[in-house]
């Protein structure tokens, strides 16, 4: 039988407390042993997405989610935590593909964070005019703080490419500010996207001295960093 609104409101919330509490092997087990009845609503689906990510398992993440494609009435909202598995994960592709699914659909309070996702690749593929749009359309002072480090990052890329087609880009100056980025965040997948930025500015400047002199940065910034996490 389905359950109605009140059990899944109750669902999520015992799910959570779980999570907060460290319990995640009673988490775990929890949502395997409803398995069934949390698939069969798109509302406990995406919060045992979420709760698979806030567990640190982005594997199974991604593996209980991986039937959006079959689900109708799917938000932006619930895409996300797919959205960041694979991101965790480094499959970028797929997180890409993702995003722009999600925003073709009814926009809600995630969906800026698909945008932001989408201009990151946009500006490391060389598409400035496109990914400027998109940015375009963020209201900066709604964005979660972690969206808000992301749109910093955005930000940066946005300026270095900018930069570079008038030919007057600065990579040292982009680099070091990349890295003051991710010196300021605690999120493993910003530090990754960080990483993807700063290999980039690296590669187009095309000069060995410089190469070593990021890969010195590189090597500080990691002694240096605490543990991340999402």
């Avoid at 290999?199 to 991340?228: G, H, I, M, S, Y």
């Amino acid at each position: 039988p389905e359950h109605n609104a009140l059990w899944r409101r109750a669902v999520n919330a015992y799910l959570e407390a779980l999570e907060k509490a460290g319990e995640k092997h009673k988490a775990r087990q929890f949502i395997l042993n409803l398995e069934q009845p949390l698939r069969a609503h798109n509302q406990t689906w995406a919060h045992a997405g979420f709760i698979w990510m806030s567990l640190g398992d982005s594997r199974k993440a991604i593996e209980w989610l991986s039937d959006w494609r079959n689900r109708e009435g799917v938000e932006p909202w619930m895409l996300w935590n797919l959205a960041l598995a694979f991101r965790k994960e480094d499959r970028d592709r797929e997180s890409l593909e993702i995003c722009r699914q999600a925003v073709t659909l009814q926009p809600d309070h995630m969906t800026q964070s698909h945008i932001l996702f989408i201009a990151f690749d946009e500006l490391l593929a060389g598409d400035l005019a496109n990914a400027t749009s998109r940015l375009e359309k963020i209201n900066e002072p709604t964005l979660r703080d972690w969206d808000s480090q992301l749109l910093q990052l955005v930000r940066a890329l946005e300026r270095f490419q900018s930069a570079r087609q008038q030919g007057v880009a600065d990579h040292e100056s982009t680099v070091s500010e990349l890295f003051g980025q991710m010196r300021e965040t605690e999120s493993d997948v910003l530090i990754s996207l960080g990483r993807r930025a700063i290999q980039f500015v690296t590669e187009d400047r095309d000069n060995a001295f410089f190469t070593l002199w990021v890969k010195a940065r590189w090597l500080w910034v990691w002694l240096l960093k605490p543990d991340a996490k999402n």
